[in-house]
């Protein structure tokens, strides 16, 4: 069942957040879980989709809202300014204070922890694996921005990134994350799907997404999509769920 809580922040403050568990009682030591790091365009249903698809498979997932803190407009600005600057800061922070209040649940195994992200999410989720945050043992990269520097990366846990051939602004990214993992030596599995844009693992079709700077291909492409389902949830299951 998904619910709402409030995930309470080092200052004092606090964030929403979107809760689903799995059916049942909790195995001992706990469930293992999942961070949910949503696209540009928020908290919407697509996300909170996956939120029940971790669930389902059997990992406690939390989807925090980067933009709790005042008007979308001014949170996604500076969300965007901290991403391409390569300095996180607020997000950083808001992920890893929702790491920790997932960790800390007496029915979640704070040492089997995973990240994944989506677009924007997925280049903070990469970002965020690679401070190597306590417990965190896998991080699924999804069409996300990628760093020049492979140096940025090198504490990284392993990777499972998946991107579209057709999305032109962020296909290269996926080359590049390749190309870092394997100069880094870094357990990975990214795949570049040819007939596949972005947002291509969900629905995709925002109003907004049309007045994207470049041609970006959104939409679900079943088949692609079906595929990095698969590979995500398998090396989940290996490097996080197995680690019991």
Known sequence: MRHQVR???????????????????????????????????????DMLDVVDLFAAHGYAAVLPDLYSHGSRAGCLARAMHQLTTGRPGRPAADIDATRRWLAGRDDVDGDRLGVIGFCMGGGFALAYAAS????????????????RDPEELRPVCPVVGSYGGRDRGFRSHGARLRAHM???????????????????????????????????????????????????????DEHVAGHA
Do not use: C, Q
């Open 182 to 236: 394997r100069a880094l030596g870094i357990e990975h599995d990214v795949e570049i799907y040819p007939a596949a844009g972005h947002s291509f693992m969900t629905d995709g079709h925002h109003p907004v997404a049309r007045l994207a700077l470049f041609p970006l291909s959104h939409g679900h492409v079943a088949a692609a999509a079906d595929d990095a389902w698969r590979r995500t949830f398998a090396f989940f």
């Open 7 to 45: 995930v309470p922040l080092p200052d004092g403050g606090s964030l929403t957040a979107m809760v689903a568990l799995p059916d049942g009682e909790a195995p001992a030591g706990g469930w293992p879980g999942a961070v949910v790091v949503h696209e540009i365009y928020g908290v919407e249903p």
């Open 132 to 147: 190597a945050p306590p417990g965190v043992r896998a991080a699924s990269v999804n069409y996300g921005m990628v760093p």
